[in-house]
Every structure is written in structure tokens, then in C-alpha cells.
């Protein structure tokens, strides 16, 4: 099975750096990825990784250790606008697929 | 590319009354997804379809609950004498079944069983 652990809720100010820490077990792991979810609506992919490392896109970046079970969503220049609850989302093996299992999310409050 | 649609938006019904949604997913994606979400919680998995054929199931999913996808195309999941434990969004979700195969949510279905 998978269990996926995250910061329940974080806060930051408007223009700061703010890091989402997420550590995952899983069997037979194909790929971490992290959502956006502004309440009231349904997620929306942000990004994806599969290898070590970071991958980086705009003001959103996103590292992974496979080693450690391991992964961060990194948002720059945060804007009012970044306040919605973050989902990390680990694909592993379920019976025979695999399968996006997600974690609890993380809410973050962005304020002035 | 119209996106993942889901039908009806909201749903109000009496415990022991049986409801369906419908999800119609992107039209050229073969994975289909159905999850589960409430208050505070990410999204449960329930049931997978690749094509028509639902390959994988939720141990925790009750047997009240069923999924179809014929033809592989729409999809619908039924839940029989519902109970107010089953009161949640019911998201679809699908993928092309190629690259990072990243999930397009549609916009859910509110249930709410008094």
C-alpha cells in the first residue's frame, strides 16, 4: 500500500519563498506529482517527477529523492492568489496498475 | 478539448435512495479515474477503468457502490442505499495513458445524503 505524509496547514507572506515537504512509502513507485486545489474546485496538475532532482516551471518547483521518499513543492514570489490546499500524489503499484494515491494536502494561507 | 465533465454538479437525496453520476472524460484519454474526497482529506481512489475494462477496485469501496464504462468512453458510478457516511465530492479524473499520464479532474459531484 502507499502512505503519504504532508503538513496539514502552512502560512506565508505575500512575496516570500514557502517549501511543502512531502514523504511518501509506497510499492513500486512510478512518479510523484503535486496538485493545486482551490477549495470548491478540483485539482489541477502543477507538476511532475519521476527522477531525482528538481524540476522547475516559472515560480513552481518540485524535487524528488527516491532514496529518501522524498519530495518538496518549492513556490517563489507567492501571491495572494497561491492560497489553496497543495496535493502530493505518489503513483504505485495497486494490484496490477499503478495508481495515484494522494496525500491529506496541504492548506496555505497567503496573507499581505 | 472540452475537458472532464461531470453530471449533476450536486446531488441532495435520503438515506437509502440509490444515485448515479455520469463523468465524461477528455475524449481521446483511456484511463479513467474515479476518487473521493472530503472535508480536509485529498482524494480517496475508488475504481479504475482502462478502455472498458475496470481493472482495478478499492478494498475499502462497499459493495453498495458500482462503476461502469461501456464502450470505454463515459463512465457512471452508482451508489444503492446510500447512507449518510457516503455524503462527499465524488471526483473523475483522466489520463492519455502516455507520458507522465497526469490526471484532468472534472468538477465533481457534491452528494449529500440527509
Known amino acids: 500500500g502507499q502512505n503519504i505524509d504532508q503538513p496539514t496547514e502552512m502560512t506565508a507572506t505575500e512575496g516570500a519563498i514557502v517549501q511543502i515537504n512531502c514523504t511518501y512509502q509506497?510499492?513500486?513507485?512510478?512518479?510523484l506529482f503535486w496538485y493545486q486545489q482551490h477549495a470548491g474546485e478540483a485539482p489541477t496538475f502543477l507538476s511532475y517527477?519521476?527522477?531525482?532532482g528538481l524540476e522547475e516551471k516559472g515560480r513552481f518547483s518540485s524535487f524528488l529523492s527516491r532514496s529518501k521518499g522524498y519530495s518538496y513543492l518549492l513556490l517563489k514570489e507567492l501571491q495572494m492568489k497561491d492560497s489553496a490546499s497543495y496535493l502530493c500524489?505518489?503513483?504505485?503499484?495497486?494490484?496490477?496498475?499503478?495508481?495515484?494515491?494522494f496525500g491529506r494536502g496541504t492548506s496555505l494561507i497567503v496573507h499581505p | 478539448d472540452t475537458g472532464v465533465s461531470q453530471n449533476p454538479r450536486h446531488k441532495i437525496t435520503k438515506r437509502g435512495q440509490n444515485v448515479t453520476f455520469r463523468c465524461d472524460p477528455i475524449?481521446?484519454?483511456?484511463?479513467l479515474y474515479w476518487y473521493r474526497q472530503t472535508l480536509g482529506q485529498g482524494p480517496e481512489f475508488l475504481t479504475y477503468?482502462?478502455?472498458?475494462?475496470?481493472?482495478?477496485k478499492s478494498r475499502l469501496l462497499s459493495d453498495r457502490f458500482s462503476a461502469e464504462r461501456p464502450k470505454g468512453s463515459f463512465s457512471t458510478l452508482e451508489i444503492q442505499r446510500t447512507e449518510q457516511g457516503d455524503s462527499a465530492m465524488y471526483l473523475c479524473?483522466?489520463?492519455?495513458?502516455?507520458?507522465?499520464?497526469?490526471?484532468?479532474f472534472g468538477s465533481g459531484t457534491q452528494l449529500s445524503v440527509l
Open positions: 479524473a483522466s489520463s492519455s495513458g502516455t507520458g507522465s499520464e497526469k490526471l484532468f
Open positions: 509506497t510499492s513500486g513507485f512510478n512518479g
Open positions: 517527477n519521476v527522477l531525482d
Open positions: 500524489a505518489v503513483r504505485g503499484r495497486t494490484g496490477g496498475s499503478y495508481i495515484p494515491t
Open positions: 475524449s481521446e484519454h483511456n484511463r
Open positions: 477503468f482502462q478502455n472498458e475494462a475496470q481493472l482495478e
